[in-house]
């Protein structure tokens, strides 16, 4: 098996270019079999994630061409089933953007129940209020959710949670509904406005996204677009994460900083130094860390995808911090972890406790999901001696390069490959 090797304790100095968004791309990739002519997708990131949703296209009919690594032209009109590949699907969280796509143009879609990564519940019944209310029946057979209509109306949905999914698919089913569908109480997050912006370019009329009601009234047609994804808000704030861990002085290149805002402020309440520029944000970190409160929150509030790599960062702060994690049932499997590189964390239901310790010292450890191994990285930059990680193919879901970006901040880490003991030498 294959593992990042880091030998921690340096500071990290240099330039990191942020690529495109997953959290857009999966939910931008399925929404071109809306189109009635081939769409072309810029600043796509080269990830696991994106692979797998482009390659359930292509098993549905799409024709799918890489003009280079972050481009990609997408010809789904030869899509003609709204069954999508149970194996391949059953492994992806995103994948649930294939029932609002296909919904939308197929007014059926059979895909396989969601899987991804698990840290707590991970319904869909959000998804499933807002296909009905909009005329359509599901049923559950087989794994399977089978979602179908006579046609689709244009209606009024309240989310009894704010879900950045249920918005997304909601969204996909409407564009071609008969009428007007207003999506109350829907999430804000960037990666929702890119996905509006992107329906638009295709000829949608989608207005609102971005706050928390957003108007979609249907239209007959949809073309072709060529449309650029944001860059990634996560990715740009592991990468501050790891400086403010690690020490030293790095400028994150090709970012929203608007969209990094909750980051900075408490990275700043940290004590950590950052300067915004257009598209470049630059993050410096001398000082001890000062400790903070966090409280994870739907956009604008501090994002739950960065929660696992600040608490990494707080083990190292002057005092107790306390985390509080509003979005998630159980997002704190990676403190076993941090544990183990001898972080002081206690946790009760959703609260983690941690009491800043002077230095974390390397040791084997697991990626427990992507941002759970995100914050193994970011501990074992700040260990002293070597720390080993695991299951890096959850880290590799998420972040491009991620090992050849942090090599050029000065980052002494390594992807080795380690032979699977076999049986017979345990033996
Ligand atoms: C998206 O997941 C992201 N994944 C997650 O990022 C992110 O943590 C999450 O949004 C919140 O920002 C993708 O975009 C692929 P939700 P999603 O629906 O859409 C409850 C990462 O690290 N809920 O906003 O699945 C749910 O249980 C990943 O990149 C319902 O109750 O999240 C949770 O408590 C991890 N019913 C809350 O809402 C539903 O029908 C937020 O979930 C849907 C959700």
Redesign the pocket.
Known sequence: MDKFVINGGRKLHGDVRISGA??AA??IIPAAILAEDICRIENVPNIN?VTSIARILQEMGAVIRMVNKSTLEIDSRHINSPVASYDLVRHM??S?YLLGALLGRFSHAKVAL?G??N???????????GFMALGAEYKLEGGMVNVSADHLTGNNVYL?????????NIMLAAVKADGMTVIENA?R?P?IVDLANFLNSMGADVRGAGTDIIKIRGVKQMKGATYSIIPDQ?EAGTYMAAVAAAGGDITVHDVIPKHLESITAKLEEMGVEITEYDEAIRVVREKPLAKCNIKTM??PGF???MQPQIAAVLCLADGTSIINEN???NRFRYVEELRRLGAQISVDGKIAVIEGVKELVGAPVKAM???AGAAMVVAGLAARGVTEIENIEYIER?YENIVEKLQGLGADIRRVYFPEASVAQAL
């Open positions: 997953k959290n999966v939910a994630d969280r995103a649930y969601p991804g990564c840290f707590g519940v991970r319904p869909i019944d959000q998804h499933l209020k009894d949670v704010v879900s950045v999914g249920a918005t997304m999430a997050e990666h996560i739907p956009h994002p739950t995808d979005v998630w049932d999901d992507l941002r998420g």
